[in-house]
């Protein structure tokens, strides 16, 4: 098992910027995917970026490209994800994953595995 904890999450104001940062402990891989995804009230999970914990790529939706940038720290087994920028529609709780099932990158919420409990980010207008 693999366990995911999120902090980071708060209230800012448009043009504000937040860190998330995502903990995992458990079971380790030798290759796999960490990822960010977002949930809104009303609306579906959706991808927001993703890094390859071998090789480093990394892959945005392009929604935050250019603004969130998502990096590891492969010593703390933590995965970051700096939001810049930030803007109302950037509300939603954010969620950290793992996939077991790639070793590069994965926008699908279907190949991640393990999920932590989610932070919520809140951006007033």
């Known amino acids: 098992q693999v366990q995911l904890v999120e902090s980071g999450g708060g209230l800012v104001q448009a043009g504000g910027s937040l860190r998330l940062s995502c903990a995992a402990s458990?079971?380790?891989?030798?290759?796999?995917?960490m990822g960010w995804f977002r949930q809104a009230p009303g609306k579906e999970r959706e991808f927001v970026a993703v890094?390859?914990?071998?090789?480093?790529?990394?892959y945005y939706a392009a929604s935050v490209k250019g603004r969130f940038a998502i990096s590891r720290d492969i010593a703390k087994n933590t995965v970051y994800l700096q939001m810049n920028s930030l803007k109302p529609e950037d509300t939603a709780v954010y969620y950290c994953?793992?996939?077991?099932?790639?070793?590069?990158?994965?926008?699908?919420?279907?190949?991640?595995?393990?999920w932590g409990q989610g932070t919520q980010v809140t951006v007033s207008s």
């Open positions: 890094v390859s914990w071998s090789y480093g790529a990394t």
């Open positions: 994953a793992v996939s077991t099932k790639v070793a590069g990158t994965s926008s699908d919420v279907h190949d991640y595995d393990y």
């Open positions: 458990g079971r380790t891989f030798s290759s796999h995917a």
